[in-house]
């Protein structure tokens, strides 16, 4: 049985970027994923060995946000390698890295009159830059 799995808007403050400043004082992103696998056995079970730990998952994508990119793509990449590689039952991924506008003070609300910019990487590395209001 196939099972979705969601780690939403996990919070995290880091420096990515092309710009200088951007390296230096950092900004905030906010990392979701969304994965499918077969998590039938822990439907029964109720043991962790039978499912994804969320830690081990949440512990992966803080490491590489500790490791400074040029580009959200790159950086949605990679995190998208390092799960696939550590957790290859999962049969479908997508990570989205996204950030608020660097250059007006921080993290904008979904309602503002500005924009919020996301990457999304997909199990099949088909990248798309979407941009939300």
Known sequence: MKTKMTLHNMHFYAFH?????????????????????????????????????YAGLYDLVKSEMETPSQLIEHLAGRIHTSIR?????IAQ????VATGSTGGGGWRQRRSPYRLTCMTVSSHFFCYLCRNI
Not at 21 to 31: M, S, T
């Open 17 to 53: 970027g092309v710009m200088p400043h951007e390296r230096i004082v950092g900004g905030e992103y906010r990392v979701t994923l969304h994965l499918e696998a077969d998590f039938s056995a822990a439907c029964t079970s109720d043991q962790l060995e039978d499912t994804l730990n």
């Open 85 to 89: 590689e550590r957790y290859p039952q």
């Open 93 to 96: 991924l997508s990570v989205t």
